[in-house]
């Protein structure tokens, strides 16, 4: 397929992704917000740091309250990663491959940026906080399930499904380190409150359950970096990344003739060979081990593009 | 619904003669809007509406800001032509566009019809759309114009007259396709029981031509379409053809010439490209050749299609026949090279380059249409019976500063169609754009894109101006006793 096709479709489906988990962490800080249990400014400030827009923060809307964060997070035309224009820019790329995707994806993408722009353009905003992110996240996951029900899975799908699993591992990443922002808030009981709002941000608390029971930081980390089959773990998403992977490239686990199957394919190596307990107690701890994680997911994305997307040289 | 009300105000109307009877092919759908409850037609108006949006059919406007879409309004009541009436529409337009095609043929060869005398010399040496660079070649199988869009309009009188021929980059045939689609999700009941010639097939006849003038030596010949990109304001069309034929939507950018072949970049390296359908104009094909700041062309690319390793449709230089003081000459075309008369008249056209046709335009300004030869969409038309004074000097001034570039012709009073405004129906001006294939023969695809001017009043149908679409029917009569008791047991 061509480059630059695969290109837009893969940085379509990042940013449709990264619109939902956007919209599921807020709303998993609505809640804790609801809770009264800490301190709402320090909350709300872990949320952005989390999501590594601290300074286009700081410097358009200063101290963070839930309006603010909320208006940046969903609305905010200067903040890239902001709801409204994730939409915008997956609504483009759509349109740029309109040829290659099914009408029924185009409707569902259509639909959603026609919802989020009717939403940005209303004014009184604060009622329907919820109701907006819910319907951010299902419109997202109806996207999902649209693609994988009207579209052949051939090449133009496994780029797809690969942009969605990178951008899924890299933000799972950042809603486990929401610790390191919001400091330890181990006092009565209340690590429990703050780890299981960090599975519902990834939306792993009914699965978690099913496996450990109760929550502690341990097991949550565990099953939100290593477990295999929820499809919200970091390592889930490497392991279906690299298949998709390997489907467009016809290469083999174990070995790769491309940047970025080398790359990949390390990483989810990592993985498969890796025990929570050494992660928790390495140098710098969970922080520092997410800290290289996402640095190494990044260069796994840079080499997805150096393989397929960067235009070859012409005559 | 009560359409004893409904006023045709001496125009022709499309569905309905002077005495408010259906004209034939419309007396079915005559009866099912007449059968229609309070609120009904505003309803079902809306439902379509919703329908378009959500299917994301727009256009880009030119002059407002980058990347303006719009939808593009569509009326639910369908515009209907009786298929015995169809059939010579149809006779008129193949022969139209064969003659087309001799005569470019012709130009850039040896010009029989210029030495003949029966088109001026000036007037093609004068013609910003003659492609030098095109001299000496033959297109693959000898088909330049693949795809026409032909305006027609119908008159007072009547008579359906040929308005433009549209040889380049013509568009709107998604939007036939989108209206029916429409149509039938909104308003399945009208086509109960009728006979409507289909238009879906349209992208496979589309295909099988594009493959058909692949170069020779091409033995599963790739097929592109080549688009400027999305804030071309017929981006969507672009998009929906590549897909309906199920080939790629490229850009100049995706495309690359190594040792004249053309190939695309792909995420395996580079892909030999046969045919090129092209929403480029000849301008901006290949920088190399044409204009140089081109950025949406493919640098080699006229090298690549004079070698013959790949073929570019409509072929560049087919432009000269769309020119529009050339248009006033095609009946004399048709008949010197196909010995016939028109089956379809033009309007009446005054050349202004003609010095004595110049004359009666200039005073007879007010009176009439001005065009400039060289532009489509409507751009640059002047309507003399209603431009202020001021207007019509500032036209004079430019017709005689370039009398070359213009030609004027009489108003058509446009025929009409009921058009939903608010809960009732008024009518409103319409032409016509049929869609005509040049492969293996000729083919026309059955009605084509209804246009209609949705201001009250208003002549202009042009979608950057204000129009609108509606659906077109071709109806076929009951073909035989059985089948008419069948086709009215609904009704």
């Known amino acids: ?315 | 619904m009560d359409l004893r009300a409904y006023r045709t105000d001496g125009f022709w109307d499309e569905l309905f003669d002077e005495d408010l009877r259906a004209r034939p092919g419309a007396e079915q759908l005559v009866r099912r809007l007449a059968g229609f409850s309070h609120g009904e037609l505003a309803a079902r108006q809306r439902a379509a509406d919703k329908a378009l949006l959500t299917m994301g059919i727009t256009f880009n406007v030119y002059g407002h800001e980058a990347g303006t879409e719009k939808i593009w309004p569509f009326d639910i009541v369908p515009r209907v032509i009786d298929a015995v009436e169809w059939e010579r529409i149809e006779r008129g337009l193949k022969q139209r566009i064969h003659a087309l095609n001799c005569f470019v043929d012709d130009l850039y060869h040896r010009r029989r019809i210029l030495h003949d005398r029966v088109v001026p010399e000036w007037l093609i040496d004068s013609a910003k759309s003659f492609r030098g660079p095109c001299a000496g070649l033959t297109p693959p199988r000898g088909v330049w114009c693949h795809i026409t869009g032909t305006d027609l309009v119908r008159g007072g009188d009547g008579v359906m007259y040929v308005l433009e021929d549209n040889l380049r980059t013509p568009s709107g045939v998604s939007y036939v396709l989108e209206n029916r689609e429409v149509m039938k999700r909104t308003f399945p009941q009208l086509f109960e029981g009728q006979r409507i010639s289909p238009v879906e097939d349209y992208p496979e006849k589309l295909l099988a031509m594009l493959e058909y003038v692949a170069p020779s030596q091409a033995r599963d010949p790739t097929v592109v379409v080549l688009t400027p990109g999305i804030y071309n304001s017929a981006y969507f069309e672009h998009s929906f053809l590549a897909r309906q034929m199920g080939v790629e939507l490229v850009q100049g950018s995706d495309l690359v010439v190594v040792d004249r072949v053309v190939h695309m970049r792909t995420t395996r390296g580079l892909e030999r490209v046969d045919v090129i359908y092209r929403r480029i104009d000849d301008d901006f094909l290949d920088p190399r050749v044409f204009r140089p700041d081109s950025l949406v062309g493919v640098p080699g690319l006229m090298e690549a299609y004079r070698a013959g390793n790949v073929a570019l449709v409509n072929a560049p230089g087919t432009g000269i026949a769309d020119d529009k003081a050339v248009y006033a000459y095609v009946p004399k075309i048709i008949r010197y090279y196909l010995g016939e008369d028109a089956i379809l008249p033009n309007v009446p056209t005054w050349v202004c380059g003609e010095e004595a046709q110049c004359a009666h335009v200039v005073e007879h300004l007010a009176e009439m249409v001005v065009k400039p030869a060289n532009e489509s969409g409507g751009y640059g038309l002047v309507i003399g019976p209603r431009a202020s004074a001021a207007e019509l000097a500032e036209c004079r001034a430019r017709i005689l500063a370039n009398p070359r570039n213009f030609v004027a012709q009489p108003m058509v009073a446009l025929s009409r169609v009921p058009t939903v405004v608010g809960d009732t129906l008024e009518g409103r001006h319409v032409d016509l754009r049929p869609f005509i294939l040049y492969g293996e023969e000729i083919f026309v695809l059955p009605g084509g894109l209804t246009r209609v001017a949705l201001v009250k009043g208003s002549l202009v149908v042009n979608s950057s101006q204000g129009g609108g679409s509606k659906d077109t029917w071709v109806v076929h009569g009951p073909a035989s006793p059985a089948e008419a008791s069948s086709t009215t047991g609904g009704g």
């Open chain 1, 1 to 315: 397929m061509l480059s630059r096709v695969a290109d837009s479709i893969y940085w379509m489906n990042r940013q449709i992704e990264r619109a939902e988990n956007v919209a599921r962490a807020t709303e998993t800080t609505l809640d804790l917000a609801l809770e009264g249990t800490v301190d709402p400014g320090r909350l709300w400030n872990a949320l952005i740091c989390a999501f590594g827009d601290q300074a286009g923060f700081a410097a358009r809307h200063g101290a963070a309250d839930q309006s603010r964060v909320f208006e940046f997070l969903a609305f905010d035309a200067g903040n890239p990663n902001s709801i409204d224009r994730c939409l915008q820019a997956a609504r483009e790329n759509a349109r740029t491959i309109r040829d290659l995707i099914s009408s029924a994806m185009w409707e569902e993408i259509n639909k959603c940026y026609l919802m989020v722009r009717a939403a940005a353009e209303a004014h009184d905003r604060r009622g329907n906080q919820r109701e907006f992110l819910d319907e951010v996240k299902r419109a997202s996951q109806l996207i999902t399930g649209v693609t994988d029900a009207t579209m052949s899975h051939g090449e133009a799908w496994h780029f797809a499904r690969m942009g969605r699993l990178v951008e899924r591992a890299d933000k799972t990443s950042r809603v486990l380190d929401v610790e390191h922002f919001f400091g330890p808030v181990a006092v009565d009981g209340r690590d429990a409150v703050q780890w299981s709002a960090v599975l519902e941000s990834a939306s792993a608390l009914e699965m978690y359950r099913k496996q450990y029971g109760a929550v502690s930081r341990r097991n949550v980390a565990e099953f939100l970096v290593l477990d295999r089959h929820f499809p919200r773990a970091m390592h889930f998403c490497l392991i279906k990344g690299e298949e998709s992977l390997l489907a467009v490239t016809g290469g083999t686990k174990g070995s790769y003739s491309t940047p970025a199957e080398q790359r990949l394919g390390r990483l989810r190596a990592e993985l498969d060979y890796a025990h929570i307990d050494e992660i928790l107690a390495g140098d710098g701890g969970l922080h520092d081990w997410i800290d290289g994680f996402q640095t190494d997911l990044n260069a796994t994305s840079d080499a997805i593009h150096a393989t397929f997307f960067a235009t070859p040289p012409g005559g």
